[in-house]
């Protein structure tokens, strides 16, 4: 549902502005519980079978914003129950990130191969004939599948004559690449988190937004009241993000008009990063040192390599991501400063937190996140004038927001600072996709390759936390390439 204007994106956009509200005015956190009522007004549902049920969803959605858990759907709990932990100007996680709300399901059905109206039970029956299980009869003239028998081959479709077999499919579960989504007890969605990695993707394949992530955006906005020098750090696929309006000069004006100190731009790391590769790439998978590198910037793609294929680990680049790059030197300017990710990716909010490598980003939140924030504060860019100018990347780094763009960067500055080595490159979108490369690497068949792995179908423009098509975005961040003054950085963007 990515850059559609649907009623799910609606309602999340309200409660993203109301808890930033909250955190801007300082208001009593009590008054979270009158909340529902505002934002689903009247007697009458418009959306869900009751307004009771309409807003038992925005209440979890408002604890969700507030970075807390569901409460228990067997247990009485106000909205804001264990409100007071949450109401710091640090980091604020309860895991885990991505949460399926039980009353906004609507228990969709499993995968299942079904006979349709178009069915003209035809003499020659193909359907049944090449069906291995023979789940397949006809009933009262018409083609009947026994779900009971058939194994899903989906034979039957590919051979009816009238394309009167259709698959009928969760679009949650076709939207996760590794499998996590499975059914609980009411047949409603679940997220399995031994199998998750956090890609967000079945959050915006919902079409009723059952499935959301926990904000930061209160603790980050409660860290600028009390005076916080807060840093933003902001992702390369930002641009367009916030309509056809916001040029970059007036989203780094808004952000700072909004309570940011500073504004860097991550494509700064990503430069360092695709330098600090290639050398990696010429030094070790050109020489026959190691078999092949696997880029390390989403972190979708790293948790798959190490949580399904750890023979691989060693492979994954050990360069810092352009997030945490970028992170150490905005923290050079100020020890004591707040540093906060703004991008498209929920995954991000993991990496942010994990032990194994410090991150220096105190917190992370999505391009749609901040456009509550910028509602929350009256900036419309439509008749926004303010600018500050945003020239402090090259093209290599801002390119990483695209599919292909981070091998791209990488390859270009093997050309230039190792020449004479050959670089053979890949790259795989979707997580789907991704298991299917990581397969082929621990088979062999990828020695002597650098692989870029991308857990959303499109790259970072496709994130779960991005506003506009991804079509559109990627065209949003070409120009901005093109708008670099050099494509390739210099050896000394090192860090």
Not at 85 to 98: D, G, M, Q, T, V
Not at 427 to 447: F, R, S
Request: hydrophobic share 40%; aromatic share 8%; charged share 25%.
């Amino acid at each position: 549902m990515r850059g559609i204007e649907t009623p799910v994106r609606e309602i999340r956009k309200k409660v993203f502005t109301e808890i930033a509200k909250f955190a801007y005015e300082q208001r009593d956190l009590e008054e979270i519980e009158d909340l529902p009522y505002e934002l689903v007004k009247g007697e009458l549902p418009t959306y869900r079978d009751s307004i009771y049920r309409e807003r038992a969803v925005v209440g979890e959605r408002i604890r969700l914003a507030m970075g807390m858990s569901l409460r228990p759907a067997d247990k009485p709990a106000r909205i804001t129950k264990g409100i007071k932990e949450s109401n710091i100007a640090e980091k604020y996680y309860e895991p885990p990130l991505l949460q399926v709300i039980p009353a906004a399901c609507n228990a969709c059905k499993d995968r299942a191969f079904i006979v349709g109206g178009e069915c003209q039970g035809c003499m020659a029956h193909p359907c049944m004939e090449v069906c291995p299980k023979n789940a397949i009869s006809f009933v009262d003239g018409y083609s009947y599948i026994d779900q009971e028998k058939c194994i899903k081959c989906g034979q039957c479709q590919k051979v009816c004559p009238y394309s009167a077999i259709h698959e009928r499919k969760r679009p949650c579960e076709v939207a996760c690449g590794v499998g996590a989504i499975e059914t609980d007890y009411a047949g409603r969605a679940t997220i399995n988190p031994d199998k998750c990695v956090s890609c967000g993707m079945c959050m915006v394949n919902c079409p009723f937004g059952a499935i959301a992530d926990k904000s930061q955006i209160y603790q980050l906005i409660k860290a600028m009241n009390e005076g916080n020098e807060v840093i933003a750090i902001l992702a390369p696929a930002f641009v367009g993000q916030f309509g056809p309006k916001a040029s970059p000069a007036k989203v780094k004006a808004a952000l700072l008009d909004i309570g940011f100190a500073d504004v860097w731009e991550v494509a700064v790391g990503a430069d360092a990063g695709a330098l600090e590769e290639a050398d990696h790439y010429a030094h070790g998978v050109a020489t026959g040192e190691v078999p092949f590198l696997l880029t390390s910037c989403c972190p979708s793609w790293s948790m798959l390599g190490k949580k399904y294929f750890p023979e691989v680990i060693d492979q994954i680049s050990n360069a810092l991501t352009p997030m945490v790059a970028t992170a150490r030197a905005a923290r050079q300017t100020n020890e004591n400063a707040k540093i906060v990710f703004v991008g498209p990716c929920v995954a991000k909010k993991l990496e942010a937190s994990r032990k194994s490598v410090r991150s220096e980003v105190d917190f992370v939140i999505t391009f749609e996140e901040l456009d509550g924030m910028f509602s929350a504060k009256n900036i419309d860019f439509s008749n926004y004038d303010k600018e500050e100018e945003m020239n402090d990347a090259f093209g290599a780094g801002r390119g990483y927001a695209v599919a292909s763009g981070v091998a791209a960067a990488i390859e270009a500055c093997v050309k230039e600072y190792h020449p004479g080595v050959d670089i053979k490159i890949d790259h795989v979108e979707g997580l789907a996709e991704c298991k299917k490369m990581l397969l082929q690497a621990k088979a062999g068949k990828k020695n002597g390759y650098l692989i870029e792995g991308m857990g959303c179908p499109g790259g970072c423009v496709a994130g779960a936390g991005t506003n506009i098509p991804v079509v559109k975005a990627g065209v949003q961040v070409k120009k901005f390439v093109n708008e670099a003054e050099q494509f390739i950085p210099p050896e000394t963007a090192k860090y």
